[in-house]
């Protein structure tokens, strides 16, 4: 028989992904590997260390470099228009001479596929970065992914620009089942049965809508495909064919705010709800 073909969806979700860094290590620590793995924005960078193999490294970036105001401050925003500064994030500190260096050549050689999910800023739609867009000390995929509209300035590669994935696929499920899926684990930084509102999106899209009116439309709907993609999941769940792992509560943390209590908190609740993943893997 042959074996089922496995997926991991991160999607991200600013600091609230300290929760997947909890699953992540987790995972690690039972020593599953998935044939796939999907990361939206910050979710990008949480599985670049999974497929590293480097447990805690995540952790350290939102628990340590996170509270330093190069990472991300309304500082940055004043002098470059980017609340985050994804240079200093995914070059400064992860490089091969950063202070805490992503391990390129073991992510290069893990045999996983790995998809970051990006939005095309000229025409709203998502771009699917793979594994060969990566390179050593060239984290810009990363970068493209976790650019939050408004807060930052869009990443531009090749000449294109891009923003945050979850403006375009917040939950790739429907992705990871074309690309050939049978079990996909899903980690969300909401709880599992949140339902997204128009209204937060409304003023960002209208600002967006100035420069970059397609994402702006993304932006706008993307409340409903949010909520369709989480009903799918949800469907698929009852059916077998996914898994769905959430917390109970975000412990005061949201995309753009934390709090040293809350960033631990949700880690190690993300490491206790990430034990029911061997089991559905293992079936």
């Given at each position: 028989?042959?074996?089922?073909?496995?997926?991991i969806?991160?999607?991200?979700?600013g600091?609230?992904?300290?929760?997947a860094?909890?699953?992540l290590?987790?995972?690690?620590d039972?020593?599953?590997?998935?044939?796939?793995?999907?990361?939206?924005?910050?979710?990008?960078?949480?599985?670049s260390?999974?497929?590293?193999?480097?447990?805690?490294?995540?952790?350290?970036?939102?628990?340590?470099?996170?509270?330093?105001?190069?990472?991300?401050?309304p500082?940055?925003?004043?002098?470059?228009?980017?609340?985050a500064?994804?240079?200093?994030v995914?070059?400064?500190?992860?490089?091969?001479?950063?202070?805490?260096?992503?391990?390129?050549p073991?992510?290069?050689?893990?045999?996983?596929?790995?998809?970051?999910?990006a939005?095309?800023?000229?025409?709203?739609?998502?771009?699917?970065?793979d594994?060969?867009?990566?390179?050593?000390?060239?984290?810009?995929v990363m970068?493209?992914?976790?650019?939050?509209?408004v807060?930052?300035?869009?990443?531009?590669?090749?000449?294109?620009?891009?923003?945050?994935?979850?403006?375009?696929?917040?939950?790739?499920?429907?992705?990871?089942?074309?690309?050939?899926?049978?079990?996909?684990?899903?980690?969300?930084?909401?709880?599992?049965?949140?339902?997204?509102?128009?209204?937060?999106?409304?003023l960002?899209?209208?600002?967006?809508?100035?420069?970059?009116?397609?994402?702006?439309?993304?932006?706008?709907n993307?409340?409903?495909?949010?909520?369709?993609?989480?009903e799918l999941a949800?469907?698929?769940?009852?059916?077998?064919?996914?898994?769905?792992?959430?917390?109970?509560?975000?412990?005061?943390?949201?995309?753009?705010?934390?709090?040293q209590?809350?960033?631990?908190?949700?880690?190690?609740?993300?490491?206790?709800?990430?034990?029911?993943?061997?089991?559905?893997?293992?079936?």
């Amino acid at each position: 028989m042959n074996k089922q073909k496995t997926a991991i969806i991160d999607v991200g979700g600013g600091f609230r992904g300290v929760y997947a860094a909890g699953v992540l290590d987790r995972v690690m620590d039972m020593g599953i590997a998935f044939d796939h793995c999907y990361g939206v924005s910050a979710g990008s960078a949480n599985l670049s260390s999974y497929l590293s193999g480097q447990p805690g490294r995540t952790y350290r970036f939102y628990s340590v470099f996170s509270a330093r105001k190069e990472y991300a401050s309304p500082g940055n925003f004043m002098k470059e228009h980017n609340f985050a500064n994804l240079d200093y994030v995914y070059g400064t500190l992860s490089n091969s001479d950063g202070e805490y260096p992503l391990d390129y050549p073991a992510l290069r050689d893990n045999p996983a596929q790995f998809t970051v999910v990006a939005m095309d800023a000229l025409t709203g739609e998502a771009k699917y970065f793979d594994k060969s867009d990566i390179h050593q000390d060239d984290y810009s995929v990363m970068k493209a992914s976790s650019s939050v509209p408004v807060a930052n300035q869009p990443y531009v590669i090749d000449g294109v620009p891009y923003y945050d994935g979850g403006m375009a696929d917040p939950i790739p499920v429907s992705k990871a089942l074309v690309d050939g899926a049978d079990k996909v684990v899903i980690v969300l930084t909401r709880q599992r049965d949140y339902e997204r509102s128009p209204k937060p999106d409304v003023l960002p899209a209208r600002i967006l809508s100035r420069t970059y009116p397609k994402a702006a439309e993304s932006l706008q709907n993307r409340y409903d495909l949010y909520n369709s993609e989480l009903e799918l999941a949800h469907r698929l769940e009852e059916a077998g064919k996914v898994l769905i792992v959430a917390p109970d509560d975000l412990c005061g943390l949201n995309t753009l705010n934390r709090s040293q209590e809350g960033i631990e908190r949700m880690y190690r609740k993300g490491y206790a709800n990430a034990a029911v993943i061997a089991d559905f893997v293992e079936e």
